[in-house]
């Protein structure tokens, strides 16, 4: 094993966690606060030696992820330090939406629910535990939005500063969301790619000493949240894996991370090895991975992003590569909507199934109208759709399709003159 | 029993609850859509025959509100229809607060993790179930913002049609959420006490024929709904009643409920008995039951609110005199905040606990923190503060408070010049 590159505190715990190891040539690391290999730039990522974990085991421990808690890289008592504990949130069966598309069996992975409205408090909390291994004060990230409200709440409960940085042009929602709780918040003139540029850059200076920034230095650990998804939607469907999942495309950790979810699982025995297709959602105005998957490419074109899903818009994904690979290995497309559809899909799952989603919900709604319609899904197969943030955060995008009917004086009269309009 | 106003279906079924029974005079009614009594106009409440519950029949029960269905006027397979199932939101122990505050012990129940984000869901799900029993096929309600989402979320969640009044001054994210999930949504020119009276006359009419209004002619259900946070609260708190309690007040409704809810308990065997304080916060711009508690009245004297806590803004509570009782019976006060108080109060339990809490929220933690910092609280005292909402609905009380700190662009040198301010 490497030597690490960070000193480790003595008190360290990271459950069944044992190294880093390199995504693309094995070598590993002792557990530190590193996140590209040394030997050949390929992102890092968390090896385990999982023990026995029983159904029964997961099923009595709390109501958030720290139920999966032996298989994430966190101490047995993670549960018990101050976290806002995300998470277990509902997987709704949404048979109204189902039958409007022709398909059987549909469930919405609903992370609305989640404490700051978005699946990025599941990883953060995973974050913010590795911090707190690393002797970190400062908790910080670049964002497109919802994952500095995540941080800086968690980093206010944890009792950690906070420093993020995110577009200047984001919607007022994330802006109040990433200030609210107290952190420090910078606006940064340019897109999402030029702000994570900068956080990289600060990395290395002695201004950003003792932060951790969770999708950068923390990356590995921040990813390994993302499995929760996975290990969520499997136990609620009553320990099965879905046929098919349709997840939103942003830097593609999320989906590589449900993918290994869902082998752990297969590996520990605590679902059937069963096939499962993985489909990929991306906005048309930011779709490099779409745009590869159709052209048969390995590799994607980075591209300049201009949609209403601010959330999904990385212009230059990291993890495209092994999306297209997990993608192309489960038989799943990757697809795009357009703006219009993303708005036309937020008000359809709002109508059939009382689901306010964010944008980045419009994609994933929007990409399974599109391939049902389009009779690419099959319509008999147990489907999941993961809708990963708020319709509050993204007000704008259904503004103007949602206002008062009328408005009226308070008299009989004048509401008799709206209904007969 | 007197004879029911109106036919009740063949099919109905409200569980354990037998009749409507007059608050005033006790007349009995059978279980109709009715609220006020004939006798002597004084409001109908749903009446039990509670057999035996357990809390191990409870903790079975699903982690929503209808783990109490034995408890609320609803039929034992209520879980499996369509709706929202709100409720088991979480009890945060909030530690970092009660040290600003010096207080023992002190938990947030925070509402806002319900599927529209505020308590309303809890109330109009059991509303849900009364028109299904009735056969209504238009839900409706006035509302101040949040109930308006949650019923038409619910309705649209039900395959049930909406029709909702709002006073036409509210904040975006109220009229979005009330419009988004394809109802109807009337603006009324007027107060929320004017929308709600309109509402009573429209009940009379031929046009609201068939309509079930959550908070007027389905009131003594939809009331139930509150129950389950006295139930919740005293579970997550390992079967145990707090010993202060802090409560906002709008109607007055949820704070007579969840005094009935705890009394329930007692009597059901589930908790010991105990006392309890129970404390209504009010906003100062909106503080009739506030006014009336200081001066040693009995009524209430009507406002015109002007605050901006629009989610409390009823000027003229119905359940003002039940209000007034329940916190002289149990030794609490009611207490009134300031706009600005109200600010700050949401600042501190976001920088602190990392909670967004609506305006509603700042109520309660701002009447807290007031009674705190006066010596009025047992600092000793378990106690439980209620947050009803979420801070994405009132995003403008806190706009000018949650500011990026700088706008810089991408460099180091920029950032420099920031943190050197």
Known sequence: MVLATHTKPATTDFGAAVALSCRECGTRYDLGPDFACIECFGPLEVAYEFGPVSREQIEAGPTSVWRYRALLPVPADVADKPNLAPGWTKLVRADRLAAELGLRSLHIKDDSGNPTHSFKDRVVAIAVEAARNFGFHTLSCSSTGNLAGAVTAAAARAGLDACVFIPADLEQAKVVMGSVYGGRLVGIEGTYDEVNRFCSELIGDPLGDKWGFVNVNLRPYYAEGSKTLAYEIAEQLGW?????????IASGSQ????????????????????????????????????????????????????????????????????????????????????????????????????IFAETAGGVTVGVLTKLAREGRLDP??????????????????????????????PSLDAFRATVAE
């Open 240 to 248: 099965r894996l879905p046929e098919q999942i349709v997840i939103p």
């Open 255 to 354: 989906l590589t991370k449900i993918d290994k979810g869902f082998a752990e699982l297969i590996k520990l025995g605590l679902v059937e090895d069963r096939p499962y297709k993985v489909i990929g959602a991306q906005a048309a105005g930011c779709a490099p991975v779409a745009t590869a998957f159709r052209a048969g490419h390995d590799v994607i074109k980075p591209v300049k992003p201009d949609t209403i899903a601010k959330s999904l818009a990385i212009g230059n994904p990291a993890d495209a590569p092994y999306v297209l690979d997990i993608v192309r290995r489960t038989g799943g497309v990757v697809e795009d909507v357009t703006d219009d559809q993303i708005v036309d899909a937020i008000r359809l799952l709002a109508r059939t199934e009382g």
């Open 380 to 409: 008999e197969a147990e489907t999941v759709v993961l809708n990963t943030g708020d319709g509050l955060k993204t007000l704008d995008a259904v503004a103007a399709h949602a206002r008062p009917s009328a408005v009226i004086r």
